[in-house]
Nanobody, 124 residues
Framework: QVQLVESGGGLVQAGGSLRLSCAAS????????ISWFRQVPGKEREFVAC????????DYADSVKGRFSISRDNAKNTVYLTMNSLKPEDTAVYFC?????????????????WGQGTQVTISS
């Protein structure tokens, strides 16, 4: 069983930066990709960014493109989300999730394991 543990959240001012980490507890040889999602209370969980495990191809939501960067360290089974130029609307709980599907998309149903989330709060 794979466990995903997020860390790195916190409170920063608008315009600041944070780097989130998603560490997998087991070998991820069957993992196709790991994505970050975020959720604000009362709203749907939304896709933020994705990285494929083998090739490192990336995908970003339009709302974060150019500000966020996703990367991975296969040796450490860890995926990072570097967030720059943060805005108050980036405030949310951030989750990482993994998929083993070869035809995955941005929808949550593609992902079988999820982390517990880490709170990111951006003050104006």
């Amino acid at each position: 069983q794979v466990q995903l543990v997020e860390s790195g959240g916190g409170l920063v001012q608008a315009g600041g930066s944070l780097r989130l980490s998603c560490a997998a507890s087991a070998r991820t040889f069957s993992t196709t990709a790991i994505s970050w999602f975020r959720q604000v209370p009362g709203k749907e969980r939304e896709f933020v960014a994705c990285i494929t495990w083998s090739s490192g191809s990336t995908d970003y939501a339009d709302s974060v493109k150019g500000r966020f960067s996703i990367s991975r360290d296969n040796a450490k089974n860890t995926v990072y989300l570097t967030m720059n130029s943060l805005k108050p609307e980036d405030t949310a709980v951030y989750f990482c999730a993994r998929t083993t599907s070869s035809t995955f998309g941005r929808a949550q149903h593609w992902y079988d394991y999820w982390g517990q989330g880490t709170q990111v709060t951006i003050s104006s």
